[in-house]
């Protein structure tokens, strides 16, 4: 059978894109602009008729005609400005074809515009089942969307009609809704289209859509509590059938998943290696069943013979309650192999932990039991603080970033006030949800931080335990500590501006400094105040600030360089 494509277009669409040669299905458009018919050919059907929103008018073309549609086997319903070419449709459609989907959808560059990070491209992943596919890029198995045309009176413009749809499908065949991560497309901004206001605004104001919407939901008794508020929810991984999910073989089957990046450790104190295997082979044994380990590393960076032969002469290999992976993973950076970690593992909790960090005694079981006694807590975060064991790393503990090691294991913070993506554990259908999204900027660190904003604001329930601790070490050498140092300050400069994108130099460098005032505040109140979490003495305070003074002095360096020129320093100081 034959596929669909139909859109209402208007004067300012991007049907010519879809509409080339490599096409395998056939068009629908209905027109409501002014200009002549002509500059949307080629097309297969066209209709000036109906002038409503885009579901508005496929109810009224299905009234019409209620055999239509049911010559397709998908109908692909998409807003007229999506940019996406047509052998992606293909492949779209083929995809829904031959997964037997109900509903799914293209993932969203974050290029465009975006409602739901959700439903964002997660590199790596070939797809994911959700609750829900947004109403400007569904894709129907027929059969379904004719259900839900006879249900659909025509009352919504837009606002909620994603939710009715989906809502019918998953209640009727849960998992049959998907988006698909390998297939992108964009939804360009208004500006981009020379316009101010969005079109369906000219049709309904947004305040009107929303209340009709309300009052549908409450006629179609869908209340909050059927997790259908606005709020996406990713179920699992679609898996691509040609694709193996695990490179190494393994037979055992976990529920724990503990993921390791092979980067960090290469700048850190090469003793500290056997120190986290040692303490990852306890921390096993004291959690009481088998994990999965999956250690991913890039293989222009490092010896993959030379890892292996360290992870033997540890015997993490022959421990009965560790399945270890190893996976090469080239070109990939500190975020991306944790993304990729995700992919490759199978457990239904993910735990990070770096390979420069030490866990101390309960932390693995910490965080896995917190999980496990708070059912609809999606992420938790342990404490990770500097071991003060010298000047360097007294300095560091009293002025950087991380906290000191808290002063009881009972404290809980919910929502999280921080995450440390070398400490914490997810639900992996969390995660999958809600993956480190790296900028275009191609920053070192930040979006830990960026990720816990994007979880809170989409009503993931998230907390910090401190009885979940392990340490990190200090920049280890002097081309170590510069580097972090230039890298923090130009990562802070690409955070400021992805959360404020129309701010000013000026304003960013305001923000630096600030930042840069109040740490070494910290550094001077601790380096007095709290001598003995610090072990240090009232005659190494001075040190100790003049550690960080010359840190923070290279931090704001770092960022006055990203705001000086972007380009040049935006692929340089790898940490």
């Given at each position: 059978?034959?596929?669909?494509?139909?859109?209402?277009?208007?004067?300012?669409?991007?049907?010519?894109?879809?509409?080339?040669?490599?096409?395998?299905?056939?068009?629908?458009?209905?027109?409501?602009?002014?200009a002549?018919?002509?500059?949307?050919?080629?097309?297969?059907?066209?209709?000036?008729?109906?002038?409503?929103?885009?579901?508005?008018?496929?109810?009224?073309?299905?009234?019409?005609?209620r055999?239509?549609l049911?010559?397709?086997?998908?109908v692909?319903?998409?807003?007229?400005?999506?940019?996406?070419?047509?052998?992606?449709?293909?492949?779209?459609?083929?995809?829904?074809?031959?997964?037997?989907?109900?509903?799914?959808?293209?993932?969203?560059?974050?290029?465009?515009?975006?409602?739901?990070?959700?439903?964002?491209?997660?590199?790596?992943?070939?797809?994911?089942?959700?609750?829900?596919?947004?109403?400007?890029?569904?894709?129907?198995?027929?059969?379904?969307?004719?259900?839900?045309?006879?249900?659909?009176?025509?009352?919504?413009?837009?606002?909620?009609?994603?939710?009715?749809?989906?809502?019918?499908?998953?209640?009727?065949?849960?998992?049959?809704?998907?988006?698909?991560?390998?297939?992108?497309?964009?939804?360009?901004?208004?500006?981009?289209?020379?316009?101010?206001?969005?079109?369906?605004?000219?049709?309904?104001?947004?305040?009107?859509?929303?209340?009709?919407?309300?009052?549908?939901?409450?006629?179609?008794?869908?209340?909050?509590?059927?997790?259908?508020?606005?709020?996406?929810?990713?179920?699992?991984?679609?898996?691509?059938p040609?694709?193996?999910?695990?490179?190494?073989?393994?037979?055992?089957?976990?529920?724990?998943?503990?993921?390791?990046?092979?980067?960090?450790?290469?700048?850190?104190?090469?003793?500290?290696?056997?120190?986290?295997?040692s303490?990852?082979?306890?921390?096993?044994?004291?959690?009481?069943?088998?994990?999965?380990?999956?250690?991913?590393?890039?293989?222009?960076?490092?010896?993959?013979?030379?890892?292996?032969?360290?992870?033997?002469?540890?015997?993490?290999?022959?421990?009965?309650?560790?399945?270890?992976?190893?996976?090469?993973?080239?070109?990939?950076?500190?975020?991306?192999?944790?993304?990729?970690?995700?992919?490759?593992?199978?457990?239904?909790?993910?735990?990070?932990?770096?390979?420069?960090?030490?866990?101390?005694?309960?932390?693995?079981?910490?965080?896995?039991?917190?999980?496990?006694?708070?059912?609809?807590?999606?992420?938790?975060?342990?404490?990770?603080?500097?071991?003060?064991y010298?000047?360097?790393?007294?300095?560091?503990?009293?002025?950087?970033?991380?906290?000191?090691?808290?002063?009881?294991?009972?404290?809980?913070?919910?929502?999280?006030?921080?995450?440390?993506?070398?400490n914490?554990?997810?639900?992996?259908?969390?995660?999958?949800?809600?993956?480190?999204?790296?900028?275009?900027?191609?920053?070192?660190?930040?979006?830990?931080?960026?990720?816990?904003?994007?979880?809170?604001?989409?009503?993931?329930?998230?907390?910090?335990?401190?009885?979940?601790?392990?340490?990190?070490p200090?920049?280890?050498?002097?081309?170590?500590?510069i580097?972090?140092?230039?890298?923090?300050?130009?990562?802070?400069?690409?955070?400021?501006?992805?959360?404020?994108?129309?701010?000013?130099?000026?304003?960013?460098?305001?923000?630096?400094?600030?930042?840069?005032?109040?740490?070494?505040?910290?550094?001077v109140?601790?380096?007095?105040l709290?001598?003995?979490?610090?072990?240090?003495?009232?005659?190494?305070?001075?040190?100790?600030?003049?550690?960080?003074?010359?840190?923070?002095?290279?931090?704001?360096?770092?960022?006055?360089?990203?705001?000086?020129?972007?380009?040049?320093?935006?692929?340089?100081w790898?940490?």
């Amino acid at each position: 059978m034959a596929n669909l494509v139909f859109t209402s277009a208007g004067d300012h669409h991007n049907v010519a894109q879809w509409s080339t040669s490599e096409r395998d299905y056939e068009i629908f458009v209905c027109y409501y602009g002014s200009a002549r018919f002509e500059n949307i050919f080629p097309v297969d059907y066209i209709c000036d008729e109906f002038k409503g929103s885009k579901f508005q008018n496929l109810k009224a073309v299905y009234d019409l005609d209620r055999t239509f549609l049911s010559k397709f086997s998908s109908v692909f319903v998409v807003d007229d400005d999506i940019e996406m070419s047509a052998s992606a449709i293909n492949e779209l459609f083929a995809i829904r074809e031959g997964f037997d989907l109900d509903i799914v959808q293209p993932s969203q560059l974050g290029s465009g515009k975006v409602s739901f990070p959700s439903l964002m491209k997660f590199d790596g992943c070939f797809g994911r089942f959700t609750n829900y596919c947004e109403v400007c890029v569904p894709l129907f198995k027929t059969e379904v969307l004719i259900s839900f045309l006879e249900e659909y009176d025509g009352s919504l413009a837009g606002w909620g009609v994603d939710w009715w749809y989906s809502h019918r499908s998953f209640r009727l065949n849960t998992h049959k809704i998907a988006v698909i991560d390998s297939i992108s497309c964009r939804n360009p901004f208004e500006s981009d289209k020379g316009l101010t206001i969005r079109e369906i605004d000219r049709y309904q104001d947004a305040a009107s859509r929303r209340a009709d919407w309300e009052k549908k939901r409450v006629q179609l008794g869908m209340s909050t509590a059927e997790g259908y508020c606005e709020n996406v929810v990713v179920l699992g991984e679609l898996a691509n059938p040609a694709e193996s999910v695990q490179s190494d073989e393994g037979g055992k089957s976990s529920r724990v998943s503990v993921i390791i990046e092979w980067e960090n450790v290469i700048r850190a104190d090469s003793k500290n290696m056997p120190v986290l295997f040692s303490s990852l082979r306890r921390e096993v044994e004291k959690l009481g069943e088998s994990i999965e380990l999956n250690i991913l590393f890039d293989p222009g960076v490092v010896d993959g013979n030379q890892l292996r032969q360290l992870l033997t002469r540890n015997e993490l290999d022959q421990c009965e309650l560790i399945d270890l992976h190893v996976h090469e993973c080239s070109g990939k950076h500190y975020y991306e192999l944790k993304n990729e970690g995700v992919l490759k593992s199978t457990g239904e909790i993910i735990v990070f932990i770096d390979s420069d960090v030490d866990p101390e005694e309960g932390w693995l079981l910490n965080l896995v039991s917190y999980l496990d006694q708070n059912i609809d807590v999606g992420m938790v975060g342990g404490f990770t603080y500097i071991k003060p064991y010298g000047i360097v790393s007294k300095a560091f503990a009293a002025g950087w970033f991380f906290p000191l090691k808290p002063a009881s294991a009972d404290m809980v913070n919910s929502p999280a006030n921080f995450i440390w993506s070398n400490n914490c554990a997810y639900r992996r259908n969390i995660f999958l949800a809600h993956p480190y999204r790296v900028s275009s900027f191609n920053e070192t660190r930040g979006a830990c931080g960026r990720q816990l904003v994007e979880m809170q604001k989409n009503g993931v329930r998230t907390a910090n335990v401190s009885s979940a601790v392990a340490t990190h070490p200090a920049p280890n050498g002097v081309r170590h500590f510069i580097t972090r140092a230039l890298a923090e300050g130009r990562d802070r400069v690409v955070d400021f501006f992805l959360a404020n994108p129309r701010a000013s130099r000026l304003s960013c460098l305001k923000r630096i400094l600030l930042i840069t005032r109040g740490k070494m505040q910290r550094t001077v109140v601790y380096s007095l105040l709290e001598r003995d979490r610090l072990n240090s003495t009232l005659a190494e305070a001075p040190i100790l600030v003049a550690v960080m003074g010359c840190y923070y002095s290279l931090f704001v360096l770092g960022a006055l360089c990203m705001l000086i020129s972007p380009a040049l320093v935006k692929d340089r100081w790898r940490i």
